[in-house]
């Protein structure tokens, strides 16, 4: 078993700063890229920024030079820092990672329950 337990949601103003945090716990052998994704109403869900292991990163258009993705590896943690957020930024923001449970087998992705942004206007 294996849980994604995300954290930091919540309401700001436009203009303002959050940050999401997203915990991995439970029958962990190792984890590959982690991320965040968004799904505002009637929108398919979208990738928001991943993260390897080595650090590598990877942002969607229309977050770069905003929002900075993080994890710690000891942790098993990935963090979100947005800023300057914008009212299109509202949505329901998902942890995902791909984590293998054993040396032999393969990475399965994992999603979290999803934690609510929402920028005012």
């Known amino acids: 078993q294996v849980q994604l337990v995300e954290s930091g949601g919540g309401l700001v103003q436009a203009g303002g700063s959050l940050r999401l945090s997203c915990a991995a716990s439970g029958n962990i052998f190792r984890i590959n890229t982690m991320g965040w994704y968004r799904q505002a109403p009637g929108n398919q869900r979208e990738l928001v920024a991943t993260?390897?292991?080595?650090?590598?990163?990877n942002y969607a258009e229309s977050v770069k030079d905003r929002f900075i993705i993080s994890r710690d590896n000891a942790k098993n943690t990935v963090y979100l820092q947005m800023n300057s957020l914008k009212p299109e930024d509202t949505a329901v923001y998902y942890c995902n990672a791909a984590i293998k449970n054993t040396f032999l087998a393969n990475y399965h992705d994992y999603w979290g329950q999803g934690t609510q942004v929402t920028v005012s206007s």
């Open positions: 993260i390897t292991t080595f650090g590598i990163t």
